[in-house]
């Protein structure tokens, strides 16, 4: 999908349209998230509208003191502690990332931060030891994606979906749950680096059941046979 950054007006009319109850609001995207002129306008409004501001940051930018204000909790992710790996996946300045790290810690609760780590086949040993010395909340490590749409971008395996049968994936049947692209178009999940052939979310849930795999669907491990 297209790299830009959500408009305001089109950001504010998503949370004008959460129902009543409290929520958390995620500002995500590819890349860094804290480089829009406006994330910390956003995460305040979301904050000002009742909702719960949430983000995942490499922790090098923002003002420490307003990270720590604005956001109840967060996610912080760190890779590697290697330098020259973090170089080669493209996580740059990571010593000024880490010192930035313990630098929030003395503005913020540990307990209330998450360690991110995508887990693409490098050591993870002194990482995990890392994390415990600090007391962070969580340390949660994912693995890299195998999606098609992924394996254009990282060197992943991917299989396919090789299924006859219909499928049932989790996050269409959670209507609690979505996905805004920078555009405002709704999705049902974050994994769809390719939606370009996506078009409504009723639609693509017909479309699985029926044992129809979209490209923005293909290979995702979410999937499960009905």
């Not at 890349?31 to 983000?55: C, I, N, Q, T, W």
């Not at 502690?81 to 990571?94: F, K, S, V, Y």
């Not at 810690?105 to 415990?132: C, I, S, Y």
């Not at 994994?191 to 409504?200: I, R």
């Amino acid at each position: 999908m297209p790299q830009k950054d959500m408009e305001w007006d089109a950001f504010t009319q998503i949370v004008d349209a959460i129902p009543g109850k409290r929520v958390t609001v995620s500002l995500q995207g590819e890349g860094e998230p804290s480089l829009p002129p406006l994330f910390e306008d956003m995460a305040r409004y979301v904050r000002d509208k009742g909702h719960r501001p949430y983000s995942i940051l490499n922790g090098s930018r923002l003002d420490l003191a307003v990270l720590a204000g604005l956001f109840p909790t967060l996610g912080i992710s760190v890779d590697t502690l290697d330098q020259c790996h973090a170089e080669e996946i493209g996580r740059h300045n990571l010593p000024k990332v880490l010192r930035q790290l313990d630098d929030l810690l003395r503005v913020m609760d540990a307990r209330r931060v998450t360690v991110m780590t995508v887990d693409m086949g490098q050591p993870l040993d002194e990482l995990r030891a890392w994390v415990r010395a600090r007391g962070f909340g969580r340390h949660i490590i994912q693995p890299l994606s195998p999606k098609a749409d992924y394996a254009k971008r990282y060197t992943v395996s991917t299989t396919g979906l090789q299924r006859s049968q219909s499928s049932f994936c989790p996050y269409l049947q959670r209507p609690h749950t979505r996905f805004f692209t920078w555009d405002g178009k709704q999705l049902p999940c974050c994994f769809m680096k390719d939606s370009s052939d996506f078009e409504t979310i009723s639609q693509l849930r017909a479309e699985l059941l029926s044992a129809k795999f979209k490209r923005c669907c293909h290979g995702c491990p979410q999937l499960r046979p009905v």
